[in-house]
Each structure stands twice: as structure tokens, then as C-alpha cells.
């Protein structure tokens, strides 16, 4: 099995698949130092062509703060005070990304949800969110800079990560986003992906889902707001994997692999 066969993007577009499939089969082998973005991942290719993998996390920097109203913020774009803000992002918020469930599971869900970003479900989301009558509790909003995003994070109460398992990339992924929730010092409520979960489980920083369902998002929603020792310890956690999901520790790996391959 080729592993591009299996990314969603091109499973209906047979001629660029074809062309992507016969390039990678024919450079892949050739290559003296591969890197890759989780184990999954590594483990994969080095079964389909028997290349050293090596793995680089895309996780971000220990940044300081950033000089960001971010009250005067979520008051122009209407957060009540009182009420907690679960958060999910991504530049590719698209289909099997979990959206429309944590979209639904509101209805049960005393807070806000804050949805930022953009994809190719976006612009349906908050049609969604009409239909089921939780327009007042759900804000859909583009993308901001980095910079806010950061700070925007931070004052959220939990993130969101709800990737599918339908197809190799979404059930080997490790989002982008979970890196930034933890480095914001907010818990995670994420689907039971191996890469994700490993890092959720593995630095006890929020919730695994046991099942994937708007029933099982709005439960773990509600298990945050209402346990609050359980919830601290998330937020304690957060701190201290952050302190080594960082990309001060991770470059090392890479400038090994840049100085190897200039022997």
C-alpha cells in the first residue's frame, strides 16, 4: 500500500494520485536522510521503502507573551464575560475534522465555542450552527495573526482537536494545534488518534475521547467545567510538557540530520 493513497485529498483524483504515487516510489528509495512529523508516520515509510526515518515534531517555540488586547478582542466580537470559551483552530478546519460534531455537542454544553480558521467546511459552519439552534453559543470567526492567535489561545478554557480516523493522514496526524493549546497552558479534549493520544495520555494534559460522537465531546466539555481539581491538573501538566514539547529541544534532532548528511 502506498501511503499517498490514501490521503484524502487525492483518493478522487486518480491521475494526480497516479503521478504522486510513481514520483514518490521512484525518489524515496534514493534517499540518504529522510525527515518526517511523528513515528506513525516514519514507521510507515520505513515498511513501504525501508529508509532510517528520522522525526522532526513541528511543535512551536517557549515564546513570552504577546502585547495583545485580547478582552477588548472577544468584546468586539461578542464572548460574554461569564462564560467559558472551548476553542477550535486551523487553516484546514475541512470535512472529518470534527467541526460539525463539537458544533452539535453545544446544545448540551453550558459555554461558548470559539471556532477560528478556515476550509472547506467553514463557511457551512455557521449555517450549522443555526440549525441547531446554538448560533448564541457558537462564534465562527477567520483567521487572525499569529501573534493574536497566540493570545487568543491562552485565554480560552480548553481546545478542541477532533480529526477522524478515515484515512492514513487524519489517523497518523499531529496537529499543529495541539502543540499551541498545550504551550497556552489550556487542556485538551482530542479524538482517539495514536499520535495524538500518545501526547495526550502520555503528559496527562486533557481528555481522550473513549468514542467519537457529539455525545462523547459533550460529556468530556462538561467533565472539564465540572471537575475542577481534575481540570487544574490538566493545566499544571500543560505547563510541564510544554517545558519539552518545544522546539528549542526538537531543532537538535534536525541540525543532527543536516550535519550527518554533510559528512
Same mark, same amino acid.
Given at each position: 500500500?502506498?501511503? +499517498?493513497?490514501?490521503?484524502?485529498? $487525492?483518493?478522487?483524483?486518480?491521475?494526480?494520485?497516479?503521478?504522486?504515487?510513481? *514520483?514518490?516510489?521512484?525518489?524515496?528509495?534514493? +534517499?540518504?536522510?529522510?525527515?518526517?512529523?511523528?513515528?506513525?508516520?516514519?514507521? $510507515?515509510?520505513?515498511?513501504?521503502?525501508?529508509?532510517?526515518? /528520522?522525526?522532526?515534531?513541528?511543535?512551536?517555540?517557549?515564546?513570552?507573551?504577546?502585547?495583545?488586547?485580547?478582552?477588548?478582542?472577544?468584546?468586539?466580537?461578542?464572548?460574554?464575560?461569564?462564560?467559558?470559551?472551548?476553542?477550535?483552530?486551523?487553516?484546514?478546519?475541512?470535512?472529518?475534522?470534527?467541526?460539525?460534531?463539537?458544533?452539535?455537542?453545544?446544545?448540551?454544553?453550558?459555554?461558548?465555542?470559539?471556532?477560528?480558521?478556515?476550509?472547506?467546511?467553514?463557511?457551512? $459552519?455557521?449555517?450549522?450552527?443555526? /440549525?441547531?439552534?446554538?448560533?448564541? /453559543?457558537?462564534?465562527?470567526?477567520?483567521?487572525?495573526?499569529?501573534?493574536? *492567535?497566540?493570545?487568543?489561545?491562552? #485565554?480560552?478554557?480548553?481546545?478542541?482537536? *477532533?480529526?477522524?480516523?478515515?484515512?492514513?493522514?487524519? /489517523?497518523? #496526524?499531529?496537529?499543529?494545534?495541539?502543540?499551541?493549546?498545550?504551550?497556552?497552558?489550556?487542556?485538551?479534549?482530542?479524538?482517539?488518534?495514536?499520535?495524538?493520544?500518545?501526547?495526550?495520555?502520555?503528559?496527562?494534559?486533557?481528555?481522550? $475521547?473513549?468514542?467519537?460522537?457529539?455525545?462523547?465531546?459533550?460529556?468530556?466539555?462538561?467533565?472539564?467545567?465540572?471537575?475542577?481539581?481534575?481540570?487544574?491538573?490538566?493545566?499544571?501538566?500543560?505547563?510541564?510538557?510544554?517545558?519539552?514539547?518545544?522546539?528549542?529541544?526538537?531543532?537538535?534532532? *534536525?541540525?543532527?540530520?543536516?550535519?550527518?548528511?554533510?559528512?
Amino acid at each position: 500500500m502506498n501511503i +499517498l493513497q490514501e490521503f484524502r485529498e $487525492l483518493q478522487d483524483n486518480h491521475i494526480a494520485r497516479n503521478v504522486w504515487t510513481r *514520483l514518490e516510489a521512484f525518489i524515496f528509495p534514493k +534517499l540518504k536522510n529522510v525527515i518526517t512529523v511523528n513515528n506513525s508516520i516514519a514507521n $510507515l515509510y520505513h515498511q513501504q521503502y525501508g529508509n532510517d526515518v /528520522k522525526v522532526v515534531r513541528n511543535v512551536p517555540d517557549r515564546t513570552d507573551s504577546v502585547n495583545f488586547d485580547v478582552a477588548k478582542w472577544k468584546r468586539s466580537v461578542g464572548f460574554p464575560d461569564d462564560k467559558k470559551i472551548f476553542i477550535m483552530k486551523g487553516a484546514g478546519i475541512n470535512v472529518d475534522r470534527g467541526a460539525e460534531e463539537a458544533i452539535e455537542a453545544m446544545k448540551d454544553v453550558d459555554a461558548m465555542l470559539l471556532i477560528i480558521g478556515g476550509g472547506d467546511v467553514f463557511h457551512q $459552519l455557521q449555517e450549522l450552527a443555526n /440549525k441547531h439552534n446554538v448560533e448564541h /453559543k457558537v462564534i465562527i470567526h477567520p483567521k487572525i495573526s499569529r501573534e493574536e *492567535l497566540i493570545t487568543v489561545t491562552a #485565554s480560552c478554557f480548553a481546545g478542541l482537536t *477532533l480529526d477522524k480516523d478515515t484515512n492514513i493522514n487524519y /489517523k497518523f #496526524s499531529l496537529p499543529n494545534k495541539l502543540f499551541d493549546y498545550i504551550h497556552a497552558g489550556i487542556p485538551v479534549i482530542a479524538s482517539d488518534l495514536p499520535e495524538v493520544k500518545a501526547i495526550v495520555n502520555g503528559y496527562k494534559t486533557g481528555i481522550v $475521547l473513549p468514542q467519537y460522537s457529539q455525545q462523547a465531546i459533550a460529556e468530556a466539555m462538561n467533565r472539564l467545567i465540572i471537575e475542577k481539581e481534575l481540570y487544574v491538573s490538566y493545566k499544571e501538566n500543560c505547563s510541564i510538557a510544554s517545558k519539552d514539547l518545544c522546539w528549542q529541544k526538537e531543532k537538535k534532532i *534536525l541540525i543532527d540530520v543536516i550535519l550527518s548528511s554533510e559528512k
